[in-house]
């Protein structure tokens, strides 16, 4: 079983065995149909396409963030739609860096599914590798994928006030250090970061080659910024739960499991004006 990462070489051996499936998470903010046309251009053979906004998410509403987690068992049907049950083996990748197949990874593993891992180095290290895609859809046979729901993985809005005021969790964000300052707000409304947050890009997950740092690397970078706090303390967040994933997976890959995400993230936190912001490095 595979939990956190599959190599290349790992994932080519797998092809076309009827209990696994491979999910192409590749997503543009920027242009959102940009994945599927990618897809539809070429993947990795057997690959269905789980797309951020239609699949990954469910519909944003006045008080959400912009990617809010979807109903679990609406979910659960799209996973059985695209041939996944419990004794699956689920491959997740994108264009390179993880953080749309991290999502999806996240997901699975909320609906209790534990054997779903990443590719590391995503698309670009396949064809890296010299291997050949497909623009041939194949249909699987739908199966029953009945949710084991892990709640306790996410916390709300309310649960981050709450236990800001308490002092009890790490808060990380994994947007880019501009962002993160409040410097150099694209997306949002309002620039800045939750007040007490840390930053940790999820680039920093990444080594040059666009795969992630070796395990003993991570550990001890993600150590450092828990400066002897649990792991289960840390709640992870980015602009709207995506990126937030891959620092999850990263912590996981290195050993330090029960960190949780902020579903809603930035986004959500500044719908409501009266919550307060911070802007620079701290």
């Known amino acids: 079983m595979y939990s956190t990462l599959i190599d290349v070489s790992q994932l080519g051996a797998l092809l076309g065995r009827p209990e696994v499936v491979i999910l192409d998470c590749r997503f543009e903010l920027a242009a959102p149909d940009a994945g599927a046309a990618a897809y539809a251009a070429g993947h990795i053979p057997g690959s269905q396409y789980a797309h951020l906004e239609r699949d990954l998410s469910g519909p944003p509403g006045a008080h959400s963030g912009r990617h809010p987690l979807p109903d679990p068992e609406r979910f659960a049907i799209t996973l059985g739609r695209w ?4 004794n699956v083996q689920v491959i997740c990748y994108d264009a390179g860096p993880g953080a749309y197949a991290a999502r999806a990874w996240w997901m699975l593993r909320w609906l209790g599914h534990e054997a779903v891992a990443v590719l590391n180095g995503g698309l670009a290290a396949w064809l890296a590798a010299g291997l050949a895609l497909e623009t041939h859809v194949r249909r699987r046979d739908p199966r029953l994928y009945v949710p084991q729901l892990q709640a306790a993985r996410s916390v709300t809005t309310d649960d981050v006030v709450k236990l800001r005021a308490e002092g009890s ?6 947007r880019g250090a501009d962002r993160f300052a409040g410097q150099n707000e694209s997306i949002d409304p309002v620039a800045g970061h939750v007040p007490g947050a840390r930053n940790r890009p999820f680039t920093a997950n990444l080594g040059p080659d666009g795969r992630f740092l070796p395990v003993q690397a991570l550990r001890e970078q993600w150590e450092a910024l828990l400066a002897g706090r649990p792991a289960t303390d840390l709640v992870s967040m980015c602009g709207s739960g995506v990126t937030a994933c891959h620092n999850l997976l990263a912590l996981e890959h290195a ?3 029960g960190a949780r995400l902020y579903a809603g993230s930035w986004s959500e936190w500044v719908r409501d ?3 307060p912001v911070a802007t620079g490095d701290g």
Request: include cysteine; proline fraction near 12%; charge should be neutral.
């Open 83 to 86: 041939g996944i049950n419990s």
């Open 273 to 275: 004006p009266a919550r």
């Open 255 to 257: 050993g330090l499991p």
């Open 169 to 174: 969790c790490s808060l990380v964000d994994a």
